[in-house]
């Protein structure tokens, strides 16, 4: 991962002739993109790690495996989030952790945690480094030092189970990676959110992930059989069977808990075998609620495809559902993507079934060609954003949830609400929204918006992020679908869960971090 | 629901001659049924309800809401597993509830829990009371006087969204009333568990409930999408969403908490237009592991049933698996059984492929009538119970699940143990089995144990379930899958969850009820 952008350098490009044009026309931008500084350029804040400290951490993992290297610090400064990537753009010493520290095992998680709950060291656990919520960013808060936690050596797979179609997964794994080790046991995991190239096992968890195969295999929290987890007051092992009525689901309090209650050291994952089969279809709808409303039928019909995707007319018209090759080849109306996976007889029965359905809800059959491009681009959104920012557009995405009667008053008020906070600052954007998760009760909203950079864009950003998530909050939906809390909406947590259920996480925080050292600033208000 | 056993009195059918001359033969009983004492025959101890403690309760739901009737407080007197039907009875006095309090409203609850835990009053919250694992036992632990509080007022749907496919129900609507109201909007929920005809909604969500169409509809936990919670530090209301990821999901601490924690008062649950077609189809395989491999790839492939069960050997044998009319018909080797429930598209599509796999996995098609059989008698074997227990006849269930991998292995080592503790005892027991509730990674096991009672039945069963209990978690499996853990299974809760869990679990009942009155001696060790 570059340390001011997405990805790897193979992966930016820069905008073609005809994007530049097409911006410079709505957005008045000359198209012509800012020299970033290289990363050896950049200053960064004073580590403030004691010697003492350092030996401590050493101790515990190795000289090796403690490092307050300039590189290592930037490459830990943070997320992915748009004002993230501003910020490095920006001139001036960056934020970055005081330490990076890499253990070997969940006992070594553990020794770290104990020692910096002892010390008064703040921890970030960290995996891929691609939360766009600010869910890694290196806050010291009241401590004397903050530390990186970085899992990546925790990276094997163990106890296959190709019965039980299960596998325990270590935490600091990729998501290619975890594939990898898999499919040589003819398994696959198939979560596959657009950060899949580089997001962790341990970081789906702990942000309640959603792939874009969750129509067919799940959100990650639905794969989750059983969690190892590191606190300050020990080890917790959770989830004994598929399914268990002994009591709360305490699972569900480390799923989505961002490294605030405990570090997930190790997580056992429902997988599946590699499909024998992939079937493709898109299809155009002549509006964003006649489409909503056809993939509601087959969701609620027990007919879902594994990928179930809609565009809506704005997104669809500039085409960035299919390959983030803006301009090219318009669909016209939605388009809609469905995929399907399995046997060759599961293939073929539910294929059927659903495209009887969308058809018979006005659907226009488009053949596989645009859902083999729309998988082909898929994790390339991100690095359009950069070639975006570079010339001066800022472009940043959030994502809400409600139900299926609530979804087309949600999408027009946070359409509005984008829309005139980014106004009013002479900016007008262009809003995009797509349906990428569905459940029988609703669906996903998915928004991406892009307007010309003011400049103080974090500012500018940060006035229509309120906005949305205000609207968010105002009309029913939830502050985050798949992003999860971190800084970003911790503001809004109270709204979401009440003052008693924050009270609750607090209560459950104070049991197991009583030094309160993981993850300070995030999730918890 | 009768005070001394299950269900209604018209229920309640003798055993046949045939039945009758079985139990002689294997057990040795006289298969002549006891004389039963009438409720007002019976006493109960004495209610220690002051009158100022009353006043106190009426000021707040009436003085026609709180009761110290003896028909009432009998009525309240605890659940319905087979050593609360023995003690029934037993001679002496039966353990009681001081009074029994019927709120109007999630307010009246909240007001009530506010005045008991001021006043050092325990709250057993109450619904259907067909709890098998003690968890509505009457338990005063260190307090003044113990309450039942009666949910059956809180007895309407609201909020019907036929979009979005929910519906807001009281938390004590029976099943059948909820089927009801559902109806008269086209609408049905499709939680079927044994106990369905006389628990409640907030009953099922507060014990983790399962129905036996769980593979179609899921389990009563999958089914909540929001939940309104009076707790003594106020009230909680949760679920924004069909799926969120703003940090963990609170929800699932109250799913499951067997009113330790809160009392439910309105459950928001995920509702499906009333099936257009139905569809039965039963199997015989030659063994069970055939059986359930036959039904693991069926989950697998995501062609599941609406509902999906297999007997064992044995349970197929005596015919229990169909309609409790033991003795009759009996089908060889394993019989399953296979409902589809949906659209007629639906319904033609996934009994084709369902039955595609059945097959090919060794299964010989039955045809319909075993399965419409089992459905017709499928909530009568509790009054089978009945009329066993009172011929001597020992006769009691227990749940657990597991993976798939682990299946055979644990329901060998459970039936070893509840074979040998009885053998031991002198009374050999008939040890029956059967898979009703399915998942991708693993299935349930529902074993029912009959033998001859011995003179103290209750100590007789204690030492089955205790080795019982100990085979499953040495096994791996969960202590229960659908019963919940009431007094029962407390002694296994630090096994299932960890001394840190059950912390965890400490620390949140204290934040919510720092007084402790909720439902004490239940769920938390």
Redesign the interface.
Known sequence: MVWDAWGIPAGHKPLSAQIRGLLTQVFGVSGDPVTRRGAGEVPLRDSVLTPARRDGLIEVVGADNVSVDHHDRLLHAGGKSTPDLLRRRADGPQDAPDAVVFPADHEQVFAVLTYCAEHAVAVVPFGGGTSVVGGVDPVRGRFEAVIALDLRRLDTVTDI?P????ATLGAGLTGPRAEELLAAHGLSLGHFPQSFEFASIGGFAA????GQASA?YG?F?DMV?HLKIA?P??????G???????????????????GT?GVLTEVTL?V?PIPEAISYLAWSFPDFATGAAAL?SVV????APTVLRLSDEVETGINLARSGDVGGNPVSGCLAITTFE??E??VA??S??AS?LLAASGGTDLGSAPAREWEHGRFAAPYMRDALLDVAVLCETLE???????LDDLKAKVTAALTDSLAAQATPPLVMCHIS?T??????LYFTIIAKQLDDPIAQWHIAKKAAGDAIVAS??????????GTD?RPW?SA??????V??????K???DPAGILNPGK??P
């Open positions: 189970d019965i039980s179609g299960t942000t309640r992930s959603s067919g959100r929290d059989q606190t007051s020990g080890t917790l092992e959770l004994r069977a598929p399914a268990s009525a002994a009591g709360p689901d305490l699972r569900e309090l480390f799923v989505g808990s961002e209650l429902r599946h509601r609620q019909a027990g007919a399995g046997t007889a599961h029965a539910r059927a079934e009887a809400t949830a409600t139900s299926w009667s609530n998760h459940y029988p009760t609703g669906a996903s029913g939906g939830t502050i985050t679908h798949h992003h999860a809390v909406h947590m979401e869960v009440g003052d008693l259920g009270r609750v996480l607090r209560a459950v104070e049991e197991l999730l918890v």
